[in-house]
Structure formats: structure tokens, C-alpha cells
């Protein structure tokens, strides 16, 4: 893994409401302000902001893509392509073309010219010259796509997705996609620093936030507002075509886990191990320090996964103490880009598959009510006919995400419960996903714990998330394990769902020991029952995180 400071800086243009298209012009970024109808001309240096078309503002409102080209303006409103010849004073949109539907984004390469519809799912090529439509291709993403050319790709960014695409040009095959830092992705453009040739990809983002607002009319006077929020970010990537996954931007995070003892009953435990583990070494995340927090530990190896063990001769009720463990870590966004062709001939005899791994990951050994009729229906129904794993895992997911709605409660109920409910918690959705996909011969594993509060503007803050989080691996033979969100992409009701976090996983997730519990209690060597005594009853945990800095690629 490659990590450096970040060299490219956030630019966040004056009185800017919602940028949509972006466009770079040699030093000068341009910029679509979609609700002001302001052509901004921006200093990526300085942020330095312009309108260019201060009399011709109103014919921009509702603007969203953006391109420029042989000093030829090009945008899309409503269903309509304009272009301008920005060399006038004033700018004087003329038409290019109508579609039957809304136009997104845009991009121009020398005679050709690339149209987003996000209502017809497609990409629409037309020839500059003719004004004719040369063909399309369906666009990559559910959301609302904008567009930029380089050399031989295209490149796409999805409001929806979280997600930049890179596809041949020609033909529209994707070539890889990678997660972006940042929600809701507006917009996008390459740049070239003129002093060192370093080439970055800047995307644009367009959102509300909320706020706390000093109101003195009120009492108590703080009150939460929202506003827009709108800045341009370089997106750095880099993409392991043999290995078959991309990563983007990265994050230096400190993550901190500490346990307060304060039991809530009396209990007396003699030579108790407390056993918490430690964040996990994975293609995205990397340790750079780790060192104990309140009390000393002593380091265990289980499965492949990093423990730290805390020791207590005697404890008892009255005895309070802090232990936990404080990690510096390395944390990337992660896309891997398998696809269900490189699923059909998959090797019948994977040697990670033994009779433990199966005990582990295809049977119900965590409480999955995999014998219940509710759940073997669904598991049936879930996959259909398919036999491609991918597949099958795909429409496992969208099953669950059309009969699951996302909700909070106390305690987990077992799969067949939440099924039946109709609403469930992220643990309730992994449960239904894991017992779908044990049934359907898929192996599957509980992961997670935690997720930093996905601020990373916000430096050297404390950053308290207010729950815990756990998502799942699926296991493809002769591949490898492959992530999957529990929940997160069940944003739209019946669908279609976004794949983002399908076989993906954003910068902001915390991986702690895999395939071994995240905390355990045993005395004398031997495991306490939870029915003996809980950590739960036993302690308070205490997590934060800190993000400290930027990573490039």
C-alpha cells in the first residue's frame, strides 16, 4: 500500500449554493452553480471566485452538466444540450440538441459528444458536427451521473452510488470504479499541477448539512438548521488490476476502545482473561501503532488475528479500572471488481475449504434459525434459478433489502423474528443475509465493529460514534473473502438499490478481528457463559476516533 500526505487541497468557491458540472481549462476550474445559475471561474489555488455570466444567469438555473473544449462552453439543462463560445463578453447559450428526457452530464472529445440521462439509464454519443445520435450505452449507476473524458475513457461520477466510474469510451465497459471520500458526487474534471505534471481527478460534491444555530429569539437559544454545502475535492485512486480491487482515498485515524469497569451486580471472578481484539490487517487498513490504554496487555494470536489480553488476579464489584487499547491506522476505501463471468468456473476443490471452515461459515452456529420454514422459503425464493455465486449473493442481498426496513432496537432477534416483522436493526439484517446465504451453499461471516463518523474535514476532533456496526463476508472459491454492508444501500424503498458497498467498503469502516469474537471473558482457561455474567454488566466501553490527516496515492 501506497501513503503519502495529500498534496491537493479542498476547494470550496465563494457564494457557491450547489456545484454541479466542473471543468478544468488549463490553470482555471470552471463550475455550474445549479441553483444560482452562476458560471463561476475558480482559483483551485486560492478559491478565488468569478461569475462570467453576470447578465445571463437565469438562462443557467437548473445546470448540471458541464464541459469545455476548443474555448467552446458546453452544459445541459432540463432536456436540452447548449454551447457558447466563451471568448464573447456574453455568454450567448445556443442549442445543440433535445432528449426525451432530462440531460445530467456531459462531456466533449474532439467530434464527439457524451450525454448522461439518468431517467433512461443511458449514455447518448452524439456527433459534434451533425448533431446526430452516433449510439449508446447504458449508464453504469442508478443515480444522477456526470461526465469528463480523458485520452480513451470516460469518466462518471454517481450521485447515488458514492461512486466514480472509469469506462472505455468506445465502448462503455467498465474498466474499474472506485468509492469516493464524500457523498453525493456532482461533478468531475483532471487537472494538471503546471508546476510538478501531476496529474488529479477533482470531484465536485452537493449537499444539505445540518447545523446547530445560535437563535436568541428562542430558549434554549440552539436549534438545528440545514444549509447547503457545497465543495471540490481531489479523488485519489489507484487500482490493482491483478489482484482485482481498487482503493481511493485514504485517512489517518486514530481509533481508541477502552472499557470502563463498573459492574452493575456483585460478582467476584478469579484469574479472569479479558480478551478484546485488535483492528485487523487488510488490503484497506493497515496498523501503523497500537499501545494499551489504563492497564497493560499481552498479545495472542487466534486465527490469524491480533488479540490483546487483559489479566485481573481477582475482580470484584468494587474495583473500577480503564483497559482498552489506542491504534493508529491507515484506512482506505475499497472497491473490488470481480464480476459474475469471472464466477463460472470457479475451482471445485478450494483448500481453505475444510471441514472447520464449514462448521464456521456454512452451518447455523450463531442462532441463525436456519431450520425455520420462513427462512428456508426465503432462501429458496432469494436466489431463484440462479447458480452463479455472485449472482446469487446479489440477489440474496435485494431480497432482503425489498421485504427488511432499516430500524433500531434494543436486542436482536433471530432471522426468522425480523423476517417476519419486516424491520430490523443492522445485526438483524446480517442475520437474514448470513442464513440465505449458508443455505444457498455460500459461505458467509459476521465482520465489523465500528465505523468513524464519516467527517473527514473535521482534523484533530474527537469523533464519537453512537453505535456499534457489523457487516458480512461472502467467500468465493479461489478468490477470497468479499465484503458486503448490511444495510446502508437499502436507501431507496422497492428499489433499485446501489451496489456501492458490494463488495465494498468505505474509508470510514473500522475492521476488527476477523472470523473470532470481538471480546470474550474466560477464567482458568476456561470461557464464561454469557448467562454466568455479561461484559455488559461489567463495563462501559468508551470508543472515539481522530482523524489526523489525508492520505494520497
Given at each position: ?18 456545484i ?14 445549479s ?84 431517467r433512461?439509464?443511458?449514455?447518448y ?57 464524500f ?12 508546476e ?10 452537493a ?34 488490476e ?39 490487517e ?8 497500537i499501545?494499551?490504554?489504563?492497564l ?13 489480553v ?9 474495583d ?54 420462513i ?19 446479489y ?5 432482503v ?9 434494543p ?24 442464513a ?28 464519537i ?19 458486503m ?17 458490494f ?14 469474537p470481538?471480546?470474550?471473558?474466560s ?31
Open positions: 500500500m501506497i501513503s503519502n500526505t495529500a498534496t491537493f487541497r479542498t476547494i470550496r468557491p465563494f457564494a457557491a449554493c450547489a454541479h458540472g466542473i471543468a478544468f481549462d488549463g490553470k482555471i476550474l470552471y463550475g455550474i452553480d441553483i444560482n445559475g452562476y458560471l463561476l471561474q475558480i482559483d483551485p489555488l486560492t478559491d478565488h471566485t468569478k461569475i462570467i455570466n453576470p447578465q445571463s444567469w437565469s438562462e443557467f438555473i437548473g445546470a448540471t452538466g458541464l464541459a469545455i473544449a476548443d474555448q467552446t462552453l458546453w452544459f445541459t439543462t432540463d432536456e436540452s444540450v447548449y454551447y457558447c463560445d466563451l471568448n464573447t463578453e456574453i455568454l450567448t447559450p445556443k442549442l445543440f440538441t433535445r432528449l426525451s428526457d432530462t440531460a445530467n452530464g456531459i462531456a466533449v472529445y474532439q467530434s464527439t459528444v457524451y450525454v448522461s440521462c439518468h433512461r439509464g443511458y449514455i454519443i452524439f456527433n459534434k458536427d451533425t448533431q446526430r445520435e452516433i449510439t449508446h450505452f447504458y449508464a453504469p449507476g442508478i443515480g444522477v451521473e456526470n461526465l469528463t473524458v480523458r485520452g480513451e475513457e470516460l469518466w462518471i461520477c454517481d450521485t447515488l452510488e458514492q461512486t466514480v466510474y472509469c469506462l472505455d469510451r468506445a465502448t462503455g465497459d467498465k474498466i474499474f470504479n472506485v468509492l469516493t471520500p457523498s453525493n458526487p456532482s461533478g468531475l474534471s483532471f487537472y494538471t499541477d503546471p510538478t505534471g501531476k496529474e488529479v481527478l477533482y470531484v465536485a460534491y449537499n444539505i448539512e445540518p447545523y446547530i444555530r445560535d437563535n436568541p429569539n428562542i430558549e434554549p437559544n440552539h436549534e438545528i438548521q440545514y444549509r447547503d454545502r457545497t465543495f471540490i475535492h481531489p479523488l485519489y485512486f489507484h487500482y490493482f491483478e489482484e482485482r480491487y481498487a482503493l481511493s482515498n485514504g485517512y489517518l485515524v486514530e481509533m481508541s476502545y477502552i472499557e470502563e469497569l463498573s459492574p452493575l451486580d456483585h460478582v467476584e471472578l478469579n484469574n479472569l482473561e479479558w480478551r478484546i481484539a485488535l483492528p485487523a487488510t488490503k484497506r487498513q493497515k496498523i501503523r501503532d499501545q494499551a490504554i489504563g497493560p496487555f499481552t498479545e495472542e494470536v487466534q486465527n490469524g488475528q491480533r488479540v490483546a487483559f489479566k485481573f488476579d481477582q475482580l470484584t464489584s468494587k473500577r479500572h480503564l483497559f482498552g487499547w489506542k491504534a493508529i491506522l491507515e484506512v482506505w476505501s475499497i472497491k473490488y471488481q470481480l464480476t459474475p463471468k469471472d464466477c463460472e468456473t470457479l475451482p471445485a476443490n478450494d483448500p481453505v475449504i475444510d471441514e472447520k471452515f464449514k462448521a464456521n461459515y456454512l452451518l447455523d452456529n450463531d442462532n441463525l434459525a436456519m431450520n425455520t420454514e427462512i428456508c422459503r426465503a432462501a429458496l425464493d432469494g436466489v431463484g434459478r440462479e447458480t452463479n455465486i455472485l449472482r446469487k449473493m440477489s440474496i442481498r435485494n431480497y433489502y425489498d421485504r427488511l426496513s432499516y430500524g433500531i432496537k436486542t436482536i432477534d433471530t432471522p426468522d423474528i425480523a423476517l417476519k416483522r419486516g424491520v430490523g436493526s443492522c445485526g438483524e439484517y446480517l442475520g437474514v443475509l448470513l440465505l446465504a449458508r443455505l444457498n451453499e455460500i459461505p458467509a461471516r459476521t465482520v465489523g465493529r465500528y465505523k468513524c463518523p464519516a467527517q473527514p474535514h473535521s482534523r484533530d476532533i474527537e469523533l460514534p453512537d453505535f456499534n456496526h457489523v457487516w458480512m463476508e461472502f467467500y468465493i472459491p479461489g478468490f477470497g473473502w468479499l465484503p454492508e448490511s444495510n446502508p444501500d437499502d436507501i431507496i424503498e422497492g428499489g433499485p438499490y446501489p451496489t456501492r458497498f463488495m465494498g467498503l468505505a474509508w470510514y469502516h473500522a475492521e476488527m478481528g476477523k472470523g473470532i470481538f471480546e470474550t471473558l477464567s482458568g482457561g476456561n470461557p464464561i457463559p454469557k448467562e454466568q455474567v455479561s461484559i455488559g454488566s461489567l463495563a462501559i466501553n468508551h470508543v472515539r476516533f481522530r482523524i489526523l490527516s489525508e492520505l494520497g496515492l
